[in-house]
């Protein structure tokens, strides 16, 4: 155990391809990796280098780092760091490695590579708006002052700010004059004034009452600064005279008010390579059709069993109606959940620590929340979307029926045990530095997997829990097709909203606040996608080793959970002990076409 403890001291300077000879403990792969503290440090020291050349926010008890548009500086030592790391690690020996650490290494080494990226294109998008702002070195090299508690002189200062006013207030004029830069330029230069706003108020806060001559000479200069950023940007904000603005009817407004930016084909596929995933847009789409249509082919059964024959909008509107009175949901959250649980011991699923069933909680939802998350949502504990004493009347019948105890029952462990709160409790403890890699087809894949799982396994047993399972797993379906044909700019926003009332059976605000969450909430492009391609993802895992008995349901579970949230195609190398290149690409066609 001594020897594994110095191991781990010597790894961040030691050559890891000497170290990784070491025979390591099976155990020890729970926790780590030949790569683990590697990854560790790496983290760390980026964390050091963000915060460092960061500014500090002072209002407040204490004050506390803000993390805003890069300076030159900043961004410079973020390439050289990631840089750096990168040939470290392509002197390590590779080869060497147990799969778990070739994993950590190929993750590593994307997510590296990938914010190399980001920075080279922020880099590149700075130096197209540089002419517009002659003034921010000046800032950055007053923060730069800050940095280590400088003694500044006060007259100087002064004179310094004030020329910095003047470059602001000349580049202001020039604009009014002149055309305006680009939309995509004027985002970034609104990005990187509240930068220097924050860079520049961090610099004056730490001197101000601190230093009496600072106190006496620099806060007017300051304000007038700071107030001619703030004229700056309102200038960048506004519309040009001469152009043309639409006044349209918000009533007539056939996508709901809902705005965001498609971001094309060629987008979606770097960022799907980048998730491992190896399909097309296009046949990830095939596989929602194909999903869906098992989906059909099973309403219609429940819906022929309630004696609706092929009418399932029917049986679906009386499923609809079993919503428990207001007050009452907090009851039938956990009676689901005990439900699900009992079933899961039954049948032999997984084993759940009986500390992570004691300690879930949960809250209720504010009305403004329930604009963009019409159902509950979960985690370390649920939030219950259910009718508050403010909303519309319209509102809280909407919210009674979209919530019922049906569509409820194949969610709420889902977002609690073995969902989201069982991933918070076991991703804290297993290999937690992979947090760094973590992904929605990690977070979602597993969560939509219990929903295949169970129903495949007849926690459904009436026609009405299946029509309530059936909902959701349409409704994961309809996000792949609304969220892609968006981003391929083949669809509006509005076409979204009516193809899940239409297809999916929402109710209007309900499937409205869905879209406008997949499209304003600030989640990935890929998020909506990720719940049922990584279910599907983990379905063909466990077909692959538990349906061959390779593994037991429990074995299969406790070992995915291990490690972590990172990409399913890299669960699979671990579980399959798989053969990995130091120069690996996605290759697992995990979904079968020709399945019925």
């Not at 600064?225 to 006044?247: C, G, H, I, Q, R």
């Not at 930016?261 to 990830?284: S, V």
């Not at 009674?400 to 969610?411: A, E, H, L, Q, V």
């Not at 295949?452 to 299946?466: H, M, Q, S, V």
């Amino acid at each position: 155990m001594k020897r594994y403890f110095y191991h781990l001291l010597l790894m961040c300077s030691l050559p890891v391809g000497s170290i990784a000879q070491q025979k390591i403990n099976p155990l020890l792969y729970e926790q780590t990796s030949e790569m683990g503290t590697t990854i560790v440090c790496y983290q760390q020291d980026l964390k050091a280098v963000r915060d460092f050349y960061s500014p500090y926010h002072n209002r407040g008890f204490y004050p506390e780092i803000r993390y805003v548009y890069h300076s030159p500086e900043q961004r410079s030592r973020l390439i050289e760091l990631n840089t750096n790391c990168l040939k470290k690690m392509q002197q390590m020996d590779f080869n060497s490695f147990s799969v778990y650490g070739k994993v950590d290494y190929l993750l590593l080494s994307k997510e590296i590579q990938a914010d190399l990226v980001r920075l080279e294109q922020e880099q590149k998008e700075d130096a197209s708006i540089a002419i517009y702002l002659p003034f921010a070195a000046d800032i950055y090299a007053m923060e730069k002052e800050r940095r280590r508690g400088n003694t500044i002189d006060a007259p100087v200062m002064a004179a310094r700010i004030n020329v910095t006013l003047k470059k602001v207030r000349t580049t202001l004029a020039t604009l009014k004059k002149n055309a305006k830069p680009t939309k995509e330029q004027t985002g970034v230069l609104l990005a990187a004034i509240e930068g220097l706003k924050s860079r520049l108020s961090g610099f004056f806060n730490f001197y101000q009452g601190y230093d009496p001559a600072f106190s006496w000479w620099i806060p007017k200069p300051y304000e007038a600064l700071d107030k001619a950023l703030d004229e700056f940007a309102l200038s960048l904000s506004m519309k040009p005279e001469n152009e043309t603005v639409v006044k349209t009817d918000a009533a007539k407004d056939t996508d709901y008010g809902i705005k965001g930016t498609p971001i094309g084909q060629q987008a979606l596929l770097a960022q799907l390579k980048a998730e491992f995933i190896p399909y097309a847009p296009e046949d990830l789409v095939k596989i929602a059709e194909k999903e869906f249509a098992f989906c059909d082919s099973e309403l219609l059964k429940a819906s022929s069993e309630m004696g609706f024959g092929n009418d399932w909008k029917k049986a679906q509107e009386k499923v609809k109606q079993s919503y428990v009175a207001p007050g009452k949901q907090p009851e039938l959250i956990v009676r689901l959940q005990n439900d699900a649980l009992d079933f899961i011991r039954k049948n032999d699923l997984i084993q759940i620590p009986a500390l992570a069933e004691e300690t879930w909680g949960m809250v209720m939802m504010s009305a403004e929340r329930q604009l963009v998350n019409p159902f509950f949502t979960g985690g370390r504990e649920i939030s219950i979307s259910y009718p508050t004493s403010t909303m519309k009347e319209e509102d809280k019948l909407m919210s009674m029926r979209g919530n019922n105890p049906y569509f409820s029952r194949g969610t709420v462990q889902h977002e609690l045990l073995p969902g989201h709160h069982l991933q918070y409790y076991m991703n804290s403890r297993y290999k937690n530095y992979r947090e760094l890699f973590t992904t929605p087809f990690g977070v979602e894949g597993w969560t939509l997997y219990w929903e295949l799982l169970l129903y495949d396994k007849g926690f459904a047993k009436t026609p009405e829990e299946r029509i309530g399972m059936l909902f959701w797993r349409m409704h994961r379906c309809a996000r792949i097709i609304f969220s892609l044909n968006y981003h391929l700019g083949k669809w509006s926003p509005g076409q979204c909203v009516d193809f899940l009332v239409d297809r999916v059976g929402h109710e209007p605000a309900n499937a409205e606040g869905e879209v406008r969450r997949s499209f304003e909430g600030g989640y990935s492009p890929l998020y909506q996608i990720a719940y049922m391609i990584g279910g599907l993802q983990l379905m063909a895992m466990k077909n692959e080793l538990v349906d061959q008995g390779k593994m037991s349901y429990n074995e299969f579970h406790e070992r995915v959970m291990k490690e972590n949230l990172i990409p399913m195609e890299l669960v699979r190398a671990t579980l399959t002990e798989q053969q990995l290149p130091r120069d690996f690409k996605t290759q697992w066609k995990f979904y079968d076409f020709n399945k019925k």
